[in-house]
């Protein structure tokens, strides 16, 4: 079966670097996305990596190991803002997405 | 407007109504997709659209009917729900039917079956 795994919830301080890990096994592999979900409001697009290795933007970082079924989110500079579900998500052969459960992230003062 | 929308927001029906939720981009994109999010779950997809034609059912039951007249539009038709199916319904699109690309979601529908 298709299973994306990633840890239910996080905790961080505000100014810290926090690292969101996801694995994931599926059948095919066209790219993974990282997508951001605020409570009550929709998940919105963070990165996208489909070759191996570090994507920076800004605060953010995606880094992927095709070979390990391996991808990290990496947050700089934590803001309270940032508090918010993380979203992991992989394009399997037939291009269509499987979604983890989120990891959602506490940032205290 | 601009994006994706959702109406309404927020819906509560019981187990023997018929409703509707609506959902419109306006982003000229020609794939849409309903979502169901359950607490602590991934996100299901329920259905999907390209170019206004079906072509994903992922075993979702005759409860939930989709419709799409056109590339803009989307709704879901509810009838005879159970309290399990309540739960955030999101709506996305995006340019192509082609995983590659980042989907756009609506602000939901929080739905309440009682």
């Known amino acids: 079966g298709q299973n994306i795994d990633q840890p239910t919830e996080m905790t961080a301080t505000e100014g810290a670097i926090v690292q969101i890990n996801c694995t994931y096994q599926?059948?095919?592999?066209?790219?993974l996305f990282w997508y951001q979900q605020h409570a009550g409001e929709a998940p919105t697009f963070l990165s996208y990596?489909?070759l191996d290795g570090l994507e920076e933007k800004g605060r953010f970082s995606s880094f992927l190991s095709r070979s390990k079924g391996y991808s990290y989110l990496l947050l700089k500079e934590l803001q309270m803002k940032d508090s918010a579900s993380y979203l992991c998500?992989?394009?399997?052969?037939?291009?269509?997405?499987?979604w983890g459960a989120g990891t959602k992230l506490i940032i205290k003062p | 407007e601009t994006g994706v929308t959702q109406t309404p927001r927020h819906l509560v029906m019981g187990m023997t109504n018929k409703k509707s939720l609506k959902c419109e981009q306006h982003?000229?994109?020609?794939?849409m997709y309903w979502y169901k999010q359950s607490a602590k779950k991934p996100l299901e997809l329920m259905f999907v659209?390209?170019?206004?034609?079906?072509?994903e059912n992922n075993s979702v039951p005759s409860r939930f009917s989709p419709e799409c007249p056109n590339s803009s539009h989307l709704f879901l038709h509810l009838h005879t729900l159970q309290p399990e199916d309540s739960a955030l319904y999101l709506c996305?699109?995006?340019?192509?039917?082609?995983?590659?690309?980042?989907?756009?979601f609506g602000p939901g529908t929080r739905l309440t079956v009682t």
């Open positions: 990596n489909v």
């Open positions: 998500a992989v394009s399997d052969s037939n291009y269509q997405l499987i």
């Open positions: 599926t059948s095919g592999f066209n790219g």
């Open positions: 659209y390209n170019f206004k034609e079906q072509t």
């Open positions: 996305a699109s995006s340019p192509l039917l082609d995983g590659s690309y980042e989907q756009y």
């Open positions: 982003l000229g994109h020609n794939a």
